[in-house]
């Protein structure tokens, strides 16, 4: 079992910053590539970026530029600073893991909401 225990988020002004966090317990033995999800109200959840065991990262072309992903694998914590935030950044930021060995499984984290409003 992994535990993934998401932080950070909060009412933000636009333009401004966060940096969440996603605190990882648990066996991670299967676990090797994460990423950042996000729900919008009405929306489906799209994923915001993903990182490796390496650290290699991949974001989705609509997420460049605002959006870093990192990962503390001595603290076992994912990061994921977003910058110049807009109102359209307002949702739920989940956190993920899948499992890349055993039994496939995907776990996710409970959500921290993220609301960027003047």
């Known amino acids: 079992q992994v535990q993934l225990v998401e932080s950070g988020g909060g009412l933000v002004q636009p333009g401004g910053s966060l940096r969440l966090s996603c605190k990882v317990s648990g066996n991670t033995t299967c676990i090797s590539i994460m990423g950042w999800y996000r729900q919008a109200p009405g929306k489906e959840r799209e994923l915001v970026a993903a990182?490796?065991?390496?650290?290699?990262?991949d974001y989705p072309d609509s997420m460049k530029g605002r959006f870093t992903v990192s990962r503390d694998t001595a603290k076992n914590t994912l990061y994921l600073q977003i910058n110049n935030l807009k109102p359209e950044d307002t949702a739920v930021y989940y956190c993920?893991?899948?499992?890349?060995?055993?039994?496939?499984?995907?776990?996710w984290g409970q959500g921290t909401q993220v609301t960027v409003s003047s």
């Open positions: 993920n893991a899948p499992t890349v060995c055993g039994p496939p499984v995907s776990y």
């Open positions: 990182i490796g065991s390496r650290g290699n990262t």
